[in-house]
């Protein structure tokens, strides 16, 4: 669990309390119903959101069932109040984020252009495709796609010579193979190509970097944790004889290395614990 408070009041959230939330595999959905017109002016969207059209609510917002949601418009007025009240009718969680977009540009928030993000299925998902019996790379890139892109991102592993072709037939995405665009560039990994290109570079997500790099590039001198990451991915690479629960095992590791690249990365284990004054 996040040790941030969730929500500021009954049905809103501050940016602050936003800002903890990114990245964290509990954040809630994140629903950005801005208008067409304010959208132009910053065609961005905060990590992990997807957009949804505030007049058809009513056709999307069973989608949103049984999760908690935060609506975002551009000052957390009236298009984000009126969807959130509507989103809970409809038995969702839904709070509205104060201040709106507006707010998280003035807190510099990241903020992922949307002309850098793939093209989305008939379902709003991203599709990706990469070779088959991943070990770090491509690993840590679907980790950072769905925690800061796209929740509900498709993964393909393949053949590593038939990568291209499904990429082709499936309308996905290529990754972490040679001549794509998504993959190394000169002493960096793909991990850094998309913290890059999408502008996430915060200190906890470069810190993380250099360690992916480390373990990914065989350069484990970059950081001393380079070696128990990889280390462990080649654990879960022989525990797992499926991809996609490699993947899955894969996405907690990261989950607990961002947060101490977050929140911990200064605290050192001092067991056994100096004894107390006056006692034996």
């Not at 067409?36 to 069973?62: E, I, K, N, T, Y």
């Not at 088959?132 to 679907?142: T, Y």
Request: charged fraction near 25%.
């Amino acid at each position: 669990m996040s040790s941030f408070k969730t929500f500021s009041s009954f049905n809103s959230i501050s940016v602050e309390n936003l800002a903890g939330l990114i990245g964290m595999p509990d954040c809630p959905a994140l629903i950005d119903v801005r208008t067409d017109d304010d959208f132009a002016l910053a065609p961005c969207l905060l990590p992990g959101s997807r957009r949804q059209c505030h007049d058809d609510v009513a056709a999307w917002s069973s989608d949103y069932r049984g999760v908690a949601a935060i609506v975002i418009c551009q000052r957390g007025l009236k298009l984000s109040q009126g969807v959130a009240a509507w989103l809970r009718a409809d038995g969702v969680a839904a709070s509205v984020l104060e201040g709106g977009y507006s707010a998280c540009e003035q807190a510099a928030l990241p903020r992922v252009p949307v002309a850098k993000l793939p093209a989305r299925d008939l379902q709003g998902r991203t599709i990706w495709v990469t070779r088959e019996r991943p070990k770090i790379d491509r690993i840590a890139c679907p980790w950072l796609i769905r925690r800061f892109v796209d929740p509900d991102a498709v993964f393909l592993f393949v053949a590593p010579g038939e990568v291209p072709a499904v990429a082709e037939k499936f309308g996905a995405t290529p990754f972490d193979i040679e001549g794509v665009f998504w993959s190394h560039r000169g002493d960096t990994c793909s991990f850094d190509t998309l913290i890059e290109e999408w502008g996430l570079g915060g200190q906890p997500l470069l810190r993380l970097a250099t360690i992916v790099r480390g373990a990914d590039t065989g350069r484990l001198d970059l950081a001393p944790e380079a070696t128990g990451l990889l280390a462990v991915s080649l654990g879960l690479s022989r525990m797992h004889d499926d991809d996609l629960a490699q993947l899955e095992a894969g996405m907690l590791l990261y989950d607990a290395l961002y947060r101490w690249c977050r929140d911990d990365a200064g605290e050192t284990h001092n067991w056994p614990v100096s004894k107390r004054e006056g006692v034996a």
